[in-house]
C-alpha cells in the first residue's frame, strides 16, 4: 500500500515578495517587524475571526519615504482545495487594503484569483467591512474555495494589524 492522498501540489510562483513589496509600495523603503502575539491578543484576534491563526509568531512590514510610513503590509498562507495559497496583503497608514499579490498558487486549478479582477475588489476595504465571498466579495467560478481563503487572509491580515498598529 502507500501512497499519499493527493498528489503533489503544481506549485507556481506568481511573483516574489520584493516584487509584491516593488508593485504596491515601488521607490520605498521597508523595515521588517517581527511580533509575538500575547495569548490575551491571538484569543481576541482568534475570536474576531472566528478562526485559528497557525502561530503567535508575526511578520509586519512596514513601508516607509523618507522615514515617514507609507503603508503595512503581511504575508499569509490560507488553504485553497488542498494546499496553501501564499500571498501579500498590503494596507495603506488608514489601515485600508491597498492591494493583494498572490504571490504562490499550488492548486491545479482556480489560480484566477490572482487576477486583478478578483483582487481588485478588496481596495479600500477596512475592518468594518465583512470581506466574505458572497457579502461583499464575489468569488470566482471554478476557485470558490481559493476566493474564500484569499478573503479569509484579508481579514486575518487587517485583523493584526489594526490590532498591533
Excluded: C, W
Amino acid at each position: 500500500m502507500g501512497g499519499a492522498l493527493y498528489a503533489s501540489p503544481t506549485i507556481k510562483q506568481y511573483s516574489t515578495l520584493e516584487g509584491a513589496f516593488q508593485k504596491v509600495f515601488p521607490n520605498t523603503d521597508f523595515k521588517k517587524i517581527d511580533i509575538t502575539l500575547s495569548k490575551k491578543e491571538k484569543n481576541q484576534i482568534e475570536s474576531a475571526l472566528q478562526m485559528a491563526l497557525p502561530t503567535q509568531n508575526v511578520e509586519l512590514y512596514r513601508f516607509e519615504t523618507m522615514n515617514k510610513p507609507v503603508g503595512f503590509g503581511m504575508v499569509t498562507n490560507h488553504i485553497g482545495k488542498h494546499y496553501p495559497i501564499t500571498f501579500f496583503v498590503a494596507t495603506n497608514t488608514n489601515i485600508e487594503i491597498k492591494d493583494v499579490v498572490v504571490l504562490i498558487y499550488r492548486e491545479d486549478y482556480g489560480s484566477d484569483v490572482r487576477k486583478r479582477r478578483f483582487l481588485k475588489q478588496f481596495k479600500g476595504k477596512t475592518i468594518d467591512d465583512p470581506i466574505q465571498v458572497n457579502y461583499d466579495i464575489t468569488s470566482i467560478s471554478g476557485a470558490t474555495l481559493s476566493s474564500y481563503a484569499i478573503a479569509n487572509g484579508v481579514r486575518e491580515v487587517l485583523t493584526i494589524i489594526e490590532q498591533k498598529i
